[in-house]
């Protein structure tokens, strides 16, 4: 579609992952954060892409931004700013992750709205955000100046942390707002539950479509996810065939290859061609649920083609 770059714009932060052990808990450090993940997957898949973010002035701050540039991510529109990195302890119940964040000041919260002003998001394919940049004041800001900003296609994943949100009336103000400027959104059912309990998911959906979005994905685990475009809805299984080890960076795998797709080829015009966008999309998060991390365990297109996605 475009020789201009992918655009993610959120937090970057450090996994601490419970692994197995009975005697005691014990963690593997891993470099996260939902938009830190998705732009590594896409870079991983072959498109350029740049990381919009705040660092922390810290050796992990270092680090992840080190690892950023060893995965060909471009990070001119990243700041350092003087805090410490946030840490996500994530545990798991039945595969699937659960977070408790040690944030404050939270250092992915700094991202100055000036950042929106720049070329690389007017002229970008597409641009990315969500998770928990939302909550935070300046980045959300940031957020929002970019979605205005850009020519490019925009992409939002909600992301949810319940624990992470004061104020529920002000967060679902700010969903509504990027929700509205998205041409695709991917909810998980969890999303869907917390923010909007009294909604179900195919209110949700349908709700969507009515602003700029022409196509909404929800997730639901290791259940068939449900695809929504106009009129149009079908439910989609995940890949089968693949261990499962950790769904710390699925839905971040799923997203990244999606917005792959769309920087190739642009916003599918058919409910069949984003069909096939998701179910590529659901090959490459089978392969990261099999390994361990979320950034770290992001395939290559190699790897992704040989397990069966498509471009």
Not at 29 to 41: I, K, L, T, Y
Not at 173 to 185: A, V
């Amino acid at each position: 579609m475009s020789e201009h770059s992918v655009v993610s714009i959120g937090e970057a932060l450090v996994d601490m992952i419970q692994l197995e052990d009975q005697s005691q808990p014990t963690y593997m450090a891993a470099w996260g954060g939902s938009p830190f993940n998705v732009a590594v997957g896409v870079a991983q898949l072959g498109s350029p892409v740049q990381f919009a973010g705040s660092f922390a002035e810290d050796s992990f701050g270092h680090q992840l931004q080190e690892f950023l540039t060893s995965k060909d991510v471009q990070l001119d529109l990243s700041v350092t700013v003087e805090a410490q990195t946030t840490i996500a302890m994530t545990s798991f119940v039945n595969h699937e992750p659960r977070y408790n964040f040690y944030a404050n000041p939270a250092s992915y919260g700094f991202l100055p709205p000036a950042i929106a002003a720049r070329q690389q998001i007017s002229q970008a394919s597409v641009v990315h955000a969500g998770s928990l940049g939302v909550v935070e004041d300046m980045t959300y800001e940031t957020i929002c100046e970019a979605f205005s900003a850009t020519n490019g296609v925009k992409t939002f994943d909600p992301n949810v942390r319940p624990r992470m949100v004061g104020n529920w009336d002000d967060y679902r103000s700010r969903l509504g707002n990027l929700i509205r400027q998205s041409d695709f959104i991917k909810f998980s059912i969890e999303d869907i539950e917390a923010a909007y309990p009294d909604q179900t998911a195919e209110q949700i959906a349908m709700a969507a479509l009515d602003g700029r979005a022409t196509a909404v994905l929800i997730t639901r685990g290791g259940e068939p996810a449900t695809l929504y475009t106009g009129a149009d809805q079908s439910d989609i299984p995940i890949a089968k065939g693949f261990e499962l080890k950790d769904t710390t960076g699925g839905g971040d795998a799923s997203m990244a290859t999606i917005i792959h797709r769309i920087h190739q080829h642009g916003l599918p015009t058919t409910h069949d061609g984003w069909r096939q966008y998701v179910e590529s999309a659901f090959v490459v998060s089978a392969i990261v649920c099999s390994r361990r991390g979320g950034a770290i365990a992001m395939p290559t297109a190699e790897e992704a083609l040989e397990a069966g996605a498509s471009w």
